[in-house]
């Protein structure tokens, strides 16, 4: 068994197909059956039922999936500790929510980058179960997420509300209903906390999970959203967006993880936030829950 296998293995599940993972690997369909066929043999059980439809986890496959993923992020630790950069002192690994790059984690790394030059630093995208994963496993130092990240030896912390606007492409007044209106999923507080303000029953056309998807779509077709401030004021600058006058305001936290190994070997890790808790005014203090807004209605994600 060599590494070869084991980062086989883990791509083969996460792309569900035999031949996705070949490409992803840039080798051969036949080069990742004999990887995964060597694996089965060194563990002497079948991790994977492969069939031309895609590739399923056996229970087997279940039962190794996580040892996989800590030998390859032990294997990433490792290389990184030998193949430091020439000129610095050690590499410091950030994960971030794609939902908290903009306005936050750019400038933490941008002041990381000013504080501490002797750092290398390396930073990746990742969704909620991801980022539990890396920190938990040891793949990466800290990470920007919406929910908090709770574990043996991680340590999490509210940093700030992201303060949630509702922005048109025209200036105007809250209304009734906007057939233009998208809906933003910003997550459970946020669907509570809009239901309760626009208790509506109309039915957006079209529902973004991602708040760069759904300015991007604002700024081509128009229309109207709630969209995170730090992520909008530039575009309310220039002239582009606009808030909606009278409309309520959300906010939802952002949370600051932690390996507290990582801090043990550098110090300034855990308190790096400390300096750059509102970065490029990305939130504001806390704002009381919304009041149910009697003569205006939004619609509401089905």
Known sequence: MNIATIQTFLAVVRAGNLNKAAEQLNVTQSTVTARLDALDEALGQRLLVRSRKGAQLTKAGFAFERHAELLLQTWEQGRKAVGLPKGFLGIVSLACHPELWTGIGEHWIDAVQKDHPEMALEVWPGEPAEIRRWLSGGLVDAAFSLEPVTGDGVTSRAILRDRLVQVATVDRDVQAWDSAYIYVDLGPAFR?????????????????????????????????????????????????????????????PIYFNWRE??????????????????????????????????????????
Do not use: M
């Open 192 to 252: 509570r906390d809009h239901r309760l303000a626009w208790p509506g029953d109309d039915t957006p056309r079209i529902t973004y999970a991602d708040s760069n998807w759904a300015l991007e779509h604002l700024l081509r077709k128009g229309g109207s959203a709630y969209l995170p401030w730090r992520l909008a004021s530039a575009h309310v600058a220039a002239g582009r967006l606009y808030p909606v006058r009278g409309a309520d305001e959300f906010s939802r």
């Open 261 to 302: 190994a990582s801090a043990a070997l550098y110090p300034w890790l855990a308190e790096s936030i400390d300096r750059h808790d509102d970065p490029s005014d990305a939130g504001s203090k806390p704002r009381p829950r919304p009041t149910r807004n009697r003569c205006a209605r939004l619609p509401q994600p089905t």
